[in-house]
């Protein structure tokens, strides 16, 4: 059933491994599709984003695939850093603009 | 520095007391809107503006009023509190409509009504 827990899911990382978020969205018209991270007391921050006529697309540590046969989304950071965790939510733009809820990374040093 | 502020950032206030959340961006951007961030339910858009003098609801309105006579600014009135308005807003810019491109998110100002 659906979840109206107060808790995000978490994933737990040790400092210098690779991270997995991953996030499945709902519109099968969203063509446009964004990674966000807030740290805590602060506002959302773009990380990386891509476009739906792409599967890959490559940043700074991060690559965000898409899979639009089963509608999902996945950010991977490479050798993730204690100042990488925050939450992390997707978002997907069929018009406008609709957030996830996100996943709570913590990175253990 | 590009930025989108918000005041103040934590306001405590009781039920039915008129109050004013300000936003002010120094981008020239086009799009503004404000969201409200709850456990469980993630960011919801509360209204939006295109330009100055073109505001909208976003998807929870109620209890909600915002005016853009500025470009630069775009203050959020809640005419009469309620503890259900109790959240962290975020106010927002872009240069162009429906996330299209970054939106800027300001750091948040926390409410509490009592």
């Known amino acids: 059933g659906e979840s109206v827990g107060l808790h995000l899911p978490t994933l737990s990382v040790q400092e210098g491994d690779n991270s997995i978020i991953n996030c499945a969205y709902s519109n099968s018209a969203s063509d446009y599709f964004i990674w966000y991270k807030q740290e805590s007391g602060k506002g959302p921050q773009f990380i990386i984003d891509?476009?739906?006529?792409?599967d890959k697309r490559q940043g700074q540590r991060v690559t965000v695939l898409l899979n639009k046969t089963v509608k999902h989304l996945s950010l991977q950071i490479a050798a993730t850093q204690p100042g990488d965790s925050a939450v992390y939510f997707c978002a997907e733009v069929p018009g406008k603009l609709i957030f996830g809820q996100g996943t709570e990374l913590s990175v253990k040093p | 520095e590009a930025q989108v502020t918000q005041n103040p950032r934590y306001l405590i206030t009781v039920t039915g007391k008129k109050l004013t959340v300000t936003c002010s961006q120094n981008?020239?951007?086009?799009?503004m809107s404000w969201y409200r961030q709850d456990p469980g339910l993630g960011l919801r858009q509360i209204y939006y503006s295109m330009n100055v003098e073109v505001t909208d609801k976003g998807d929870v309105p109620e209890g909600y009023k915002v005016s853009r006579k500025e470009k630069r600014n775009f203050p959020l009135i809640l005419e009469s509190p309620s503890p259900n308005q109790t959240s962290l807003y975020f106010c927002?810019?872009?240069?162009?409509?429906?996330?299209?491109?970054?939106?800027?998110f300001g750091p948040g100002t926390r409410l509490l009504v009592l």
């Open positions: 891509i476009r739906s006529n792409m």
């Open positions: 981008m020239n951007h086009e799009y």
């Open positions: 927002a810019s872009s240069p162009e409509v429906a996330g299209r491109e970054t939106q800027y």
